[in-house]
Every structure is written in structure tokens, then in C-alpha cells.
């Protein structure tokens, strides 16, 4: 598996494969990239795919803390750079859209010329009556309760949580919850939490209208992580923004419904 090295002395493992224009895929916490194992072979028939497990991840090797939404930030345009990738798509799911926002603040649009932000929240508690916090009221009592279970590595505590981002009411194929946690468990609980504190505090309700580049934003229509229209809230604060729920979907649209997230991916790259 290939490794970038990177700076400060610490790598990340990162995939690139296929043929096309170029998508960076950048995944939630917790929920490192194999999580998009199907998108990639599916969206790698004509598109380039490059995937990169952030710092405390996956494959991405244990390294010095503490990670952050800037330092995921600056390992991505490390990545861009290495591979000298332009006219890139940036797909950023959950806390990777964080990322990706961050991204776009700090280095700009030389090499980015689109944004797809899937399930993810401008803002994550739940303060002076806003009302798309995570989990529809991410109060100081929730913000314990995330760390808490951020913290522990037993594999019941993982399912559950992937349990979670599935629609309400569904009931997901064991086979795909058993592969998902497996996935899930090869993150370490130190580099979550550090990530989960620090993304406690990013704001970007004021700021993304200012990154520069077209967005689309996806969203599920029966997510349990972000239950309130923040969909529709993004599209209207970002002139020029798209949006398209999925009916069927919690927060794993592109698992969920596959076909339609797919198709939706490639008619933005193609626009």
C-alpha cells in the first residue's frame, strides 16, 4: 500500500487508481477509506480515484498527536502536490467534508475546481438556537457521550455506532455492518477524539460561501447523524449551490443507494 511521507516525519496511506478527472475522496471519523471500497471500483471505471486515510486511520501507520482538522488539511495538499493532481473534485463525506472546507480556506482552488460535501453540518453543537446540530442537538451532555464512546475499542460499542449511520428504520445486511466495523476498528481512539475536539470547534456557517469553487451537497433524507434540514440550509447559505437528498438514505448515502449517489457523482464532474 502506497504511503506518502510526509513534513513532520508521519505518513498516510493513500490509493489512486483508475482513468479520468481526478475525485479525492476523504472520509468521516472514525470511518476510514474503506468505507468507500464500492464507490472506488465503481467510480475507478472513469474517473481517477485517489483515497487517503487520515492521520490515526486505517492503514495510515500510528503516528505523533495531535491531529487535527488543519494538519488532515495540509496531508492533503501534500497529497495533491506528490501527485500533481489538478482539476480535482474534492468529495469530502462528514468530518472529511470539514476537511475539505478547511482545505479550500487555507490552500485555495489552484488545484480544485469542485466540492461535493456529503452529510456533514456547518457547525456541530448545539448552541444559541441553532438548529442543524449533529444529531439534531448536540448539547455539552452529547459532546461527553461522543467521547466516551470514541474512547472505547470494543468491537460491540464500533457496530454500534455504524449501526447508527444507517437510515431510521433500516436494517442494513449483517455482511456490510461486519465489513464496516472491521474497517472502523482499525481507528485509534486517541487520534478520534483529537479530531472530534477539534472539529467541536470549527464554524463554517459564515465561511462557505467564500471557497471558491461550484459545491453540491448530498445529503440523507433519513440520516440519524444529521436528522434536520441542513441539507436544504447549506444550499440556500451557498449562492449557486446544489442540492439532492436521498429519500432511502441516512448517513451513508453512498452505500445506501449506490446507483443514484454514483450517478449524481459523475454528472457533477461532468457539468
Known sequence: MPELSLDDGQSVHFEDTGDGPPLLLVHGLGA????????????????????????????????????TVDRCAADLQALAEKLDVRGLTLLGWSLGATVAYRYLDRYGTDRVTGLISVEQTPYLPSENGWEHAAFGGLDAAGVAEVDRLLSASDRATTEGLVRSFFAQGATPAEELVDELTSAATDCRSGAKRQLWQDALRQDWRGRLPSLGVPVLFLHGALSQIYPSAVGTWLADAVPG????LFERSGHLPFLEEPERFHRAIRAWTAR
Not at 465503481?42 to 486515510?53: F, P
Open 32 to 67: 476510514p477509506s474503506a468505507f468507500f471500497a464500492r464507490s472506488v471500483a465503481e467510480l475507478a471505471h472513469d474517473h481517477r480515484v485517489i483515497t487517503v486515510d487520515l492521520r490515526g486511520h486505517g492503514a495510515t501507520p500510528e503516528g505523533a498527536e495531535p491531529v
Open 241 to 244: 449551490a446544489r442540492l439532492q
